[in-house]
């Protein structure tokens, strides 16, 4: 059991030290900045609307990016952090060379996997830094907001991202199986930014029946239930998390038994 754990955790290591030949890290850290930052311009140019908000200001500013990075950013980041993940072994037929060192697949199939659900956590969690630090810097720039005079709910808005993370843990198995099945990495990618776009015509249109059943809407119902205007999107709730998110964790336990048995199965690539 310890041989296996230490086994797994050199593996883990060793994906990300891989990451150095990649701009994922850079992706995951930019990317969280971005959303603060969009809101932060939308905050400096649209005062005369949103400067008389009355209550905590922190909260509408918090749900304004938790909407955006649940409903247009998270999905987009995923395929291409997914498809990605694996290209540099597809490019290189290093597979051939992996599978010849005395480790079991699970190893490469899950170390992988695990990076890939971290590097969502770091974008999260950029996020939720530069978020506090663009709205103490909006209140420099337009005092008239206050965000300085009230304090934020940090536990709210940590168990708020919570519900955004576990809706996109299906997507994010489904789409990392994908890229470990297909070398071309433009194929996943394909795929995955027509589901973005189906689901987001599916949430516009109101369609919530139907985007219960379709796992790249998981997130922006989130997004919507819980953001500015609390659109009420008919989701069930089951012990604090709603019928989306468990859906989700059941997608990524299904695709992930599913992508580990068929590579355990198949011949080296």
């Given at each position: 059991m310890n041989t296996a754990i230490s086994y797994f955790s050199r593996s883990i290591v060793a994906e990300t030290f891989k990451l150095k030949r990649t701009p994922l890290l850079w992706i995951a850290l930019i990317g969280g900045i971005f959303v603060s930052g969009f809101v932060f311009l939308i905050y400096v140019f649209s005062v005369e609307n949103l400067g008389n908000v009355k209550g905590n200001p922190w909260n509408l500013y918090f749900r304004f990016g938790f909407t955006m990075i649940s409903l247009l950013f998270a999905m987009p980041y995923i395929v291409l952090v997914t498809s990605s993940i694996t290209y540099f072994e597809h490019n290189s037929n290093t597979w051939k060379f992996l599978y010849t060192l005395p480790l079991q697949k699970g190893n490469f199939y899950f170390s992988k996997l695990f990076v890939v659900i971290s590097l969502i956590a770091v974008t999260y969690i950029v996020y939720f830094i530069s978020l506090f630090i663009t709205g103490y810097l909006l209140d420099f720039i337009r005092p008239?907001?206050?965000?300085?005079?009230?304090?934020?709910?940090?536990v709210w808005f940590i168990s708020t991202l919570g519900h955004s993370y576990l809706s996109l843990l299906g997507i994010t198995s489904l789409?990392?199986?994908?890229?470990?099945?297909?070398?071309?990495?433009?194929?996943?990618?394909?795929?995955?930014?027509?589901?973005?776009?189906?689901?987001?015509?599916?949430?516009?249109?109101?369609?919530?029946?139907?985007?219960?059943?379709?796992?790249?809407?998981?997130?922006?119902l989130v997004g919507l239930e819980l953001g500015p205007h609390n659109e009420p999107t008919g989701m069930l709730q089951f012990w604090k998390l709603t019928s989306a998110e468990w859906l989700s964790l059941a997608c990524f336990v299904v695709f992930t038994f599913v992508g580990f048995w068929e590579e355990k199965k198949s011949n080296v690539k």
């Amino acid at each position: 059991m310890n041989t296996a754990i230490s086994y797994f955790s050199r593996s883990i290591v060793a994906e990300t030290f891989k990451l150095k030949r990649t701009p994922l890290l850079w992706i995951a850290l930019i990317g969280g900045i971005f959303v603060s930052g969009f809101v932060f311009l939308i905050y400096v140019f649209s005062v005369e609307n949103l400067g008389n908000v009355k209550g905590n200001p922190w909260n509408l500013y918090f749900r304004f990016g938790f909407t955006m990075i649940s409903l247009l950013f998270a999905m987009p980041y995923i395929v291409l952090v997914t498809s990605s993940i694996t290209y540099f072994e597809h490019n290189s037929n290093t597979w051939k060379f992996l599978y010849t060192l005395p480790l079991q697949k699970g190893n490469f199939y899950f170390s992988k996997l695990f990076v890939v659900i971290s590097l969502i956590a770091v974008t999260y969690i950029v996020y939720f830094i530069s978020l506090f630090i663009t709205g103490y810097l909006l209140d420099f720039i337009r005092p008239v907001y206050g965000f300085q005079k009230t304090a934020p709910d940090f536990v709210w808005f940590i168990s708020t991202l919570g519900h955004s993370y576990l809706s996109l843990l299906g997507i994010t198995s489904l789409h990392y199986w994908m890229s470990i099945r297909w070398k071309n990495f433009i194929l996943p990618m394909s795929i995955g930014l027509l589901g973005f776009i189906i689901a987001v015509f599916i949430l516009l249109a109101k369609k919530y029946d139907m985007a219960i059943y379709f796992p790249y809407a998981y997130a922006g119902l989130v997004g919507l239930e819980l953001g500015p205007h609390n659109e009420p999107t008919g989701m069930l709730q089951f012990w604090k998390l709603t019928s989306a998110e468990w859906l989700s964790l059941a997608c990524f336990v299904v695709f992930t038994f599913v992508g580990f048995w068929e590579e355990k199965k198949s011949n080296v690539k």
